[in-house]
DNA sequence: CCACTTTATGTCGTGCACGATATAAATATG
DNA sequence: CATATTTATATCGTGCACGACATAAAGTGG
């Protein structure tokens, strides 16, 4: 484990004492920094996704897709992106290539004619099936035990909500 | 703070007892997945940085690169890569944007005809000064206390060293 | 019922990420 | 030294993200 803990986040001035500068002077480095580090591991996630998920012929914004459409299905967009926190502009290609690939349909909305709904077709519950499955397989990619990965998870998540994440 | 702590991360069926299982049977939903807190707080990350960001002309990674270009000057584009786990596919072409914009030069390496050196042009480096002083901006909308703040990156880069990242 | 506003979705342009491939220079090997 | 391999960078195509803008259908207030 390769790993220095706790050097400083940002160099704000230590509000006391000018003449001891607890933070390094000209600005922080890369590894300082908690974005760039969740920056990152989230390329690395995508890459231990990508091996398991282009058998499928899924994306992984689009396997996230096939998640919420099983728990949800004839979602709206909206409710969609809401979950994933993702807006229209990001959803309306994605979700005409899932359904190009015979994934999903975007049905009318009887209560609503500006809204459509979302439901799987038979092979998107299908595919949806295996990729909820290999989830396991990136959990065993993670490493480290299931506590510490939980634990991880709701402190992003927490992190998440103080950003004034949905 | 909404947050269920400790929802199963994966469905993996409990090793021993098959007829009680401890993980919802169709799968995991997208609340309880790691990689969905990283995914999507890291979009969070880029939302705080934006408005900060645009008034200098700057992108996110084109902000990570001046800051790594500032500890490391002369740097040449495969060390960069390293540091920010990132390929010359990637790299060439936010580089190119870069010194369009006259924020840094690709010099030729008089050791190796194949590589090139970088370095920030004055505008580059002021540029990158300022940048160094919204981090601190960032830490307050992250919000929590440093400490906590300190130890999630920490978790995090061990979760990346786990995935084999740089 | 008629403007006015809000809401759900779509379009467009730009900038990442990244797999696949290309090219030229350095290095290794016979 | 000639060939083979490796290495540093670049190019191309696809798929996100997302700001800015467009459009049509709800809703809302006179």
Redesign the pocket.
């Known amino acids: 484990m390769t790993q220095t803990p706790n050097k400083p986040i940002s160099h704000a001035p230590a509000q006391g004492q000018q003449n001891q500068p607890a933070i390094p002077p000209d600005g922080p480095e890369i590894s300082d920094l908690l974005c760039f580090a969740i920056?990152s591991a989230n390329?690395?996630l995508?890459?231990l996704y990508?091996p398991l998920l282009a058998p499928l012929g899924l994306?992984?914004?689009?396997y996230l897709v096939l998640i919420s459409l099983r728990h949800n299905p004839g979602q709206?967009?909206?409710?969609?992106?809401q979950q994933l926190?993702?807006?229209?502009?990001?959803?309306?290609?994605?979700?005409?290539?899932?359904e190009e690939a015979e994934l999903l349909r975007?049905v009318p909305?009887p209560?609503?004619?500006?809204?459509?709904?979302l439901e799987l077709t038979e092979t998107g519950a299908e595919r949806a099936a295996k990729a909820g499955e290999i989830t396991a397989c990136i959990v065993e990619g993670m490493g480290g035990d299931l506590e510490e990965l939980l634990d991880l998870r709701d402190r992003v998540n927490a992190l998440r909500s103080r950003m004034g994440a949905t």
Do not use: V
């Not at 709206?76 to 992106?81: E, H, N, P, V, Y």
């Not at 209560?111 to 709904?117: G, V």
């Open positions: 920056y390329h690395a995508t890459r990508r994306t992984y914004p689009q709206t967009i909206k409710a969609l992106g926190d993702l807006e229209t502009n990001t959803l309306t290609p994605l979700l005409k290539r899932m975007r909305n209560q609503d004619d500006r809204s459509r709904l």
